[in-house]
């Protein structure tokens, strides 16, 4: 199958089942990312943390297009400002040799949850509780700011945000979302546009 085959299949796909793959490689991401930290630190070879890292990476990227297109039918503008705050964490978290480049990274991380907090509090596709959630898991990112901060509670921080963001994804490959209600957003947007 050609690449803009797949593209047109993906585009075309369900927004319940964009929400159930952004879920599900949400979940993997997680446990790849639990298993390397909580587990595998410092008995891994570094391959093997650098393939751990790409795969954490690449399930990031395809949430973060996932989620930008489930939520432009809320506020496209919003859901593209989440997105590049995103892949800007991303992408400062893989040039770790810059001083606190993968706290700043984190940061960065924590701004786009909070982005996605109010995107899916203004949405009708999804229950607000996910959005207070988000919130939570935004705030503890945003603590990697503070070094001090970070030196302090780093291993609550992030068992607390893969937790919050756990259960999130974990509704959304559940649940997905309420489709009739993502397609009314969808169709207010295009015609206020």
Not at 7 to 24: Q, T, V, Y
Not at 120 to 148: D, E, M, N, Q, V
Request: proline content about 3%; glycine content about 6%; overall charge positive.
């Amino acid at each position: 199958m050609s690449a803009a085959a797949m593209m047109k299949r993906i585009a075309e796909a369900s927004p319940r089942f964009k929400a159930r793959m952004a879920g599900l490689l949400f979940l993997f991401l997680v446990l790849t990312a639990a298993f390397t930290e909580f587990f595998a630190r410092g008995r891994l070879s570094s391959a093997a943390e650098i393939a751990a890292g790409v795969v954490e990476v690449s399930c990031m990227i395809a949430v973060t297009l996932l989620f930008y297109d489930i939520f432009k039918a809320v506020d496209w503008h919003l859901s593209l400002l989440a997105a590049s705050f995103n892949f800007v964490g991303l992408t400062l978290e893989l040039f770790q040799f810059l001083p606190h480049g993968v706290n700043i990274g984190l940061g960065f991380h924590g701004l786009y949850w909070i982005v996605i907090c109010y995107l899916i509090f203004k949405s009708t596709f999804l229950p607000r509780i996910l959005s207070a959630l988000t919130a939570i898991a935004g705030l503890c990112w945003l603590t990697f700011l503070s070094p001090t901060l970070t030196n302090y509670l780093s291993p609550y921080i992030l068992a607390s945000a893969f937790l919050v963001e756990g259960s999130v994804f974990l509704w959304l490959l559940v649940m997905g979302l309420n489709t009739p209600k993502w397609e009314e957003k969808a169709r207010g947007l295009a015609k206020a546009a």
